[in-house]
Nanobody, 126 residues
Framework: QVQLVESGGGLVQAGGSLRLSCAAS????????MGWFRQAPGKERDFVSA???????????YYADSVKGRFTISRDNAKNTVYLQINSLKPEDTAVYYC????????????????WGQGTQVTVSS
């Protein structure tokens, strides 16, 4: 059983920055992969970023081409929280952002995640 609590969304102007948070609880084995997805109005839910634990404390990070260089995924072990730092925001980044957790593998596929947060709205104005 895993519970995800998201925060950090809001309204910002183009070029600004935002940090999203995802506080996780539950069995570690059920959340070896933590991912961020986003869904714009009338669009499908798309992969944004993921952090994957392989063994021990070793982990890997991945990014969609559209956000590479602007977004950064990280974790705070003490707070059991995963973050998504969003810089140089563009109007096309406007979407509902979702945090997700799964056992691992195929991190870019929404169907491979077993748990989802409620989503947080990010709106970028020009």
């Amino acid at each position: 059983q895993v519970q995800l609590v998201e925060s950090g969304g809001g309204l910002v102007q183009a070029g600004g920055s935002l940090r999203l948070s995802c506080a996780a609880s539950g069995r570690t084995s059920s959340r070896n992969t933590m991912g961020w997805f986003r869904q714009a109005p009338g669009k499908e839910r798309d992969f944004v970023s993921a952090i994957v634990w392989s063994s021990g404390s070793a982990y890997y990070t991945y990014y969609a081409d559209s956000v590479k260089g602007r977004f950064t995924i990280s974790r705070d072990n003490a707070k059991n929280t995963v973050y998504l730092q969003i810089n140089s925001l563009k109007p096309e980044d406007t979407a509902v952002y979702y945090c997700a957790a799964g056992p691992g593998g195929f991190y870019w596929m929404p169907s491979k995640y077993n748990y989802w947060g409620q989503g947080t709205q990010v709106t970028v104005s020009s």
